[in-house]
């Protein structure tokens, strides 16, 4: 049944014939269709520059979900043609907004709708401000019903543009029209930290300095650059990564409870908890870049070797980070985070290391070293979490034994919906808990300004490595080690 609370709407994507389009935005809209999420009498119009009609419009999107295998080419068919329509924008210059007003208030006289409108900027970031402003300029910032805006990530590539962005936006918009996405937020497992911590007392009454000895943030890629050399020379681990997915989490970790559970109260503990960082020093970070290696036993270039990487290539694609957050909950635990390509595999996870008991008899024995409590927090692709702990192993000896106790989503629940699909839904119903706010963007650039204008230099790893081994002695140095798996 269509959940009663969403209303209908016209669903207006820029950059409608895009990679994200194709590969995310209309398979997750076609799935919330299928299963009733998609407001009855709702709409979803397409535009880009392509010179499609509406017909032409649905054939492509028709084909992108067929081969997407998406669902049934019939149940497909229907959605297209009865739900997908296009306007092209010429240049995309300011003058053309006014058409596109045009059309929008024609396909929702024609079919009924109120005015309520999403608009999903699907694009890059030198095109968020003039999309912004054209709309804004043709009046398209408000409407006979509610008007919302997603916009995509990067969110700036600084902290001055991050800055001038949002101040170009609030221009136009107020804030709690603006839904700045983060794909990562939408995954049930980032999600699940908050349950996690804050539904089950023994964990949360164990989340602290008094438990706690260190927290390791993991996100690893087997996958080089893929084709996108272009995008990731002017990006790099921090802006593709650390700055948005990897600083997500991270607060979702570290931050306090909120009194309640409202959109605002939420954000504004995951933003007091970048407040609470200290500042980042050089010798608190390696930048790394992957060389020729092999990965899954298959040869793979370095990065300097990829179509469209320049030679002397200064950007890195692996990142390590030692953070304090000295506040009352986190004083003197370190944080470790990391994010890299070409690594041994792909994952995705949270380690929370457990300090050892004070005093321990069991350390006499010399069959065995004692292993730390560990909780961990699979994001992915094995979603769930795990929780090692040393039992007795059966017999006459005290032989002690690391044993986890494990939870996956898949064994519970099946497969899990892709993270848009429950963005979307949210932005339907103007929940915006999952959404990054103005000034939490602005914080996060804020905290990475040291690494942006004093870069290190990068240090080299052969792909299919565990990184470069200046991250190992980044760990170790303060005490610790990774994690080893």
């Known amino acids: 049944m269509p959940d009663p609370a969403a209303q209908p709407h016209l669903f207006v994507v820029f950059g409608a014939t895009g990679d994200l389009m194709q590969r995310k935005l209309l398979p997750a809209l076609f799935h919330l269709h299928q299963q009733g999420k998609f407001p009855a009498g709702s709409l979803i119009l397409g535009v880009a520059r392509h010179p499609f009609d509406d017909a032409s419009f649905r054939g492509s999107a028709a084909s992108s979900l067929v081969g997407e295998k998406a669902g049934p080419e019939d149940a497909i068919r229907a959605f297209c043609d009865q739900t997908l329509f296009y306007q092209g924008l010429a240049a995309g210059g300011p003058e053309t907004y006014p058409g596109l007003r045009t059309r929008i208030e024609q396909v929702e006289a024609a079919h009924g709708l109120s005015g309520n409108r999403i608009f999903y900027l699907a694009l890059p970031l030198e095109a968020f401000g003039p999309t912004l402003q054209g709309l804004g300029t043709a009046g398209l910032n408000h409407g006979p019903g509610w008007t919302r805006v997603v916009v995509e990530k990067p969110f700036g590539r600084d902290l001055a543009s991050a800055e001038a962005l949002n101040a170009l936006a609030h221009t136009y918009f107020q804030e709690k029209q603006l839904y700045r996405i983060d794909h990562y937020l939408g995954k049930e497992t980032v999600q699940n930290l908050l349950v996690f911590r804050f539904a089950n007392a023994f964990v949360e009454s164990d989340w602290n300095r008094d438990r706690v000895e260190k927290v390791e943030i993991t996100v690893a890629e087997s996958l080089g650059v893929e084709g996108r050399a272009n995008y990731y020379e002017t990006s790099g681990a921090l802006r593709d990564m650390i700055q948005n997915h990897v600083t997500q989490v991270l607060t979702l970790v570290a931050m306090e409870p909120p009194a309640h559970r409202t959109e605002d109260e939420i954000r504004d503990e995951k933003v007091k908890v970048l407040r609470s960082i200290r500042r980042i020093e050089p010798g608190d970070v390696v930048r790394g870049q992957y060389t020729r ?22 950007t890195e694609t692996y990142l390590a980070l030692r953070l304090k957050i000295p506040n009352w909950r986190w004083k003197d635990v370190p944080f470790f985070v990391r994010t890299g390509k070409r690594l041994p ?122 990184g470069p081994a200046a991250a190992k002695r980044l760990v170790e140095e303060w005490g610790h080690r990774w994690n080893p798996e």
């Not at 298959?298 to 300097?304: K, L, N």
């Open 293 to 314: 290696g092999t990965v899954d036993g298959v040869s793979v270039p370095g990065y300097r070797e990829e179509t469209g990487v320049a030679p002397d290539s200064d």
């Open 345 to 466: 595999a792909k994952s995705s996870q949270v380690v929370l290391t457990f300090r050892a008991p004070p005093v321990s008899f069991f350390q006499s024995e010399s069959e065995y070293e004692l292993s730390p409590d560990r909780v961990t927090i699979l994001l992915q692709p094995d979603e769930g979490f795990e929780i090692a702990f040393e039992i007795k192993v059966p017999g006459r000896e005290m032989r002690v034994q690391t044993h986890r106790m494990k939870f996956h989503y898949s064994d519970v629940f099946g497969v899990l919906p892709d993270g848009y699909e429950a963005l979307i839904q949210d932005v339907m119903l103007g929940d915006a808990n999952l959404f990054v706010r103005a000034d939490e963007v602005e914080e996060s650039w804020r905290l990475y300004t040291p690494i942006l204008d004093h870069p290190p230099p990068v240090v080299f790893y052969p792909a299919g490595s565990d």
